[in-house]
T-cell receptor, first 114, second 117 residues
């Protein structure tokens, strides 16, 4: 079945350092990979996404890379700030039974210390 | 971004009763809606996917007779937890996406915390 693995489960960094979160997916037909940020008690919010025809995408301090051959994709946050502290989820979208459904990784709890 | 509204945000019900949760897309037509369950400090577990006017597709291990999903219009989907038990207590969250089969951003509702006593 479809599966998305995410590592690490927790990540603690000093303000200004970089943070990297990695995910792997099982279904080679996956073609859309969004990243969501969920702050405590709030709904997940999309922060960046990448499609299978692109290897890298950047938006200010956030970047995502995709290796389709290895079925890996990663989130990179540079110059981290305390407000980046949250839980981050990767996801992979697969077409199944006529639907494009999103399967989420287990999440990474990022703590940025001042 | 688009707005998805979920109601109620919190509900407490007695064991054996049913609870209905609504998910509305306020400013776009949601051709597909997803229902997730999230346990404390855990990931979003997909329960079912529904397209407007069609029967929902349930994930393995999710009882369709217990978690009734209706997607009657392009802006409303409902999840009814029937004969709720304490083990059904959880955070339920919906997401909605527009378009056809092309991948688009999925927008989340604010979630519903269900407590069954």
């Amino acid at each position: 079945g479809e599966n998305v693995e995410q590592h690490p489960s927790t990540l603690s960094v000093q303000e200004g350092d970089s943070a990297v979160i990695k995910c792997t997916y099982s279904d080679s037909a996956s073609n859309y990979f969004p990243w969501y940020k969920q702050e405590l008690g709030k709904r997940p919010q999309l922060i960046i996404d990448i499609r299978s025809n692109v290897g890298e995408k950047k938006d200010q301090r956030i970047a995502v890379t995709l290796n389709k051959t290895a079925k890996h994709f990663s989130l990179h946050i540079t110059e981290t700030q305390p407000e980046d502290s949250a839980v981050y989820f990767c996801a992979a979208s697969i077409l199944s039974g006529g639907y494009n459904k999103l399967i989420f990784g287990a999440g990474t709890r990022l703590a940025v210390h001042p | 971004g688009a707005v998805v509204s979920q109601h109620p945000s919190r509900v407490i019900c007695k064991s054996g009763t049913s609870v209905k949760i609504e998910c509305r897309s306020l400013d776009f037509q949601a051709t597909t809606m997803f229902w997730y369950r999230q346990f404390p400090k855990q990931s979003l577990m997909l329960m079912a996917t529904s397209n407007e006017g069609s029967k929902a597709t349930y994930e393995q291990g999710v009882e369709k007779d217990k978690f009734l999903i209706n997607h009657a219009s392009l802006t409303l989907s409902t999840l009814t937890v029937t004969s709720a038990h304490p083990e059904d207590s959880s955070f339920y969250i919906c997401s909605a996406r527009g378009g056809s089969i092309k991948d688009t951003e999925a927008f989340f509702g604010q979630g519903t915390r269900l407590t069954v006593v």
